[in-house]
């Protein structure tokens, strides 16, 4: 998903294309532990020595690729085998022994972590196929300077999607992310280093990192439940069965549930691979055995913020753009309420944001929620998460959301600006898209509770 010498490998990369459109797509927590399952000691990843392709791959699309000024991951040809198919030892190109990989999730209600209306992200992890699994697999390269590492592989927006997304409940991002590659990154034996060419130190490390938020932004636990009535509640329980059943609709297959005290906080997808970890298809599957911590009724999926958490006041002072200067906001100006809760994305000077985040004029406003993150707050609308993207305001399944400030009622486009821009103003059925600058009409935007 993010990450051919010759022709004809381009070309054979085209009809893998094809074929991988027939596959179950994806639709776009501390629970269960790692100690809940068997260890397999005595198992050691073997060497790879099958020469490397350079063709595409595809996979199944689960998020947006990130971008990135390193050499490609190596990939492998098309119509190879899927892991957990043959007892074949592990190559470059198969996933052996761990050729069962979960994207693991959280969702963490007390301490709490990441977004209000977001699980966040455990890890991917490497099963045998059975149930056991590897750990530790290479202590030379169990590095403890992850930060470091994607920096210099000039991945800032992956770190900054980790920050709001991988999160230790202890506080401690840097070394639950160490803990991840190290007692499993380091097992996946595709991501080994002779598996690449021109290898550049730390590589893979970057590959895993990049790979497991990218499965993560296709697998939102938090939409798939609400779409089945399943929300955050202090009193609401509910049962494994339907928690089960809504979950299954992400990519068609049974998931793992974990619960605490009876409290849902974890949840497994499972995957096959067909091709190495960083650039292959990946094939939903069933989980490997019933391992599901939670009671059949009664279970409780709590709301985040049970710590005391409170929503951010929004009392800084905020500064509007004209065409040539920048002023003081002019009291004259509609602003609007606190941004929390569920609301309209009202435009100052008429209309409102749909929920693909466009403009318009003529008919009904999207519902938009606003839930706390830390001293700012996400926005979500029925299409999905809302970010500024290339410049635009906009919301989608596949959009990994921003965290948003507001100030004296209004919507923040970047630093304390408060303006936000569009071609013209939308006239009839027209629909306008929103700018964070460089467009001829100047407009704020205000939250109207509902």
């Known amino acids: 998903m993010r990450w051919l010498k010759e022709l004809g490998f381009q070309l054979r990369a085209q009809v893998q294309d094809a074929a991988a459109s027939s596959l179950p797509a994806a639709v776009p927590s501390p629970a269960l532990k790692l100690s809940d399952k068997i260890p397999s000691s005595n198992m050691i990843p073997s060497l790879r020595t099958l020469a490397k392709f350079f063709m595409g791959s595809t996979q199944i699309a689960m998020g947006p690729a990130y971008h990135s000024a390193r050499a490609q991951s190596p990939t492998c040809p098309a119509g190879g085998p899927l892991s957990c198919s043959s007892s074949a030892a592990g190559t470059c190109c198969y996933n052996a022994p761990g050729g069962l990989l979960l994207q693991t999730q959280f969702w963490d209600a007390s301490p709490s972590t990441g977004p209000n209306n977001s699980w966040t992200i455990h890890g991917l992890w490497p099963d045998n196929c059975d149930g056991t699994y590897q750990a530790n697999c290479d202590a030379s390269r169990a590095y403890t300077n992850i930060s470091d590492i ?239 993207a290339s410049g635009v305001f906009t919301c989608g399944r596949t959009v990994l959301g921003d965290v948003f400030s507001s100030s004296n009622g209004l919507l923040v486009s970047s630093g304390n600006d408060t303006s936000f821009y569009a071609d013209a103003v939308p006239r009839g059925w027209t629909q306008q898209p929103v700018y964070t600058s460089g467009h001829s009409t100047i407009i704020q935007i205000l939250f109207q509770k509902t």
């Open 150 to 388: 994607i920096r210099a592989a000039g991945q800032d927006a992956l770190l900054n999607d980790m920050n709001i997304y991988w999160k230790d409940y202890k506080g401690n991002d840097a070394s639950f992310w160490e803990h991840e590659w190290g007692k499993h990154g380091t097992c996946i034996n595709t991501l080994d280093p002779s598996c690449y060419t021109d290898y550049q130190p730390q590589e893979e490390v970057v590959d895993f990192f990049m790979k497991t938020v990218s499965l993560f932004k296709g697998l939102d636990s938090y939409q798939a439940l609400a779409a089945a009535g399943i929300t955050p509640s202090n009193s609401q329980t509910y049962t494994s069965a339907d928690i089960q059943a809504a979950l299954t609709q992400v990519t068609g297959h049974p998931v793992t549930l974990g619960c605490r005290s009876g409290a849902l906080n974890e949840v497994w997808y499972y995957y096959n691979v067909q091709g190495n970890v960083q650039s292959g298809s990946y094939v939903p599957t069933d989980p490997d055995g019933s391992k599901s911590t939670c009671p059949a009724t009664g279970v409780k999926y709590l709301p985040k913020g049970g710590d005391g958490y409170n929503p951010p006041p929004t009392t800084s002072p905020t500064t509007t753009m004209t065409a040539s200067t920048t002023s003081t906001t002019d009291s004259s100006r509609p602003t609007g309420d606190p941004f929390f809760g569920k609301g309209y994305l009202k435009i100052d000077t008429g209309g409102c944001l749909i929920s693909t985040g466009k403009w318009f004029t003529s008919g009904t406003c999207a519902t938009y929620t606003a839930a706390p993150f830390g001293s700012g707050f996400t926005l979500t609308s029925s299409k999905g998460n809302c970010a500024i």
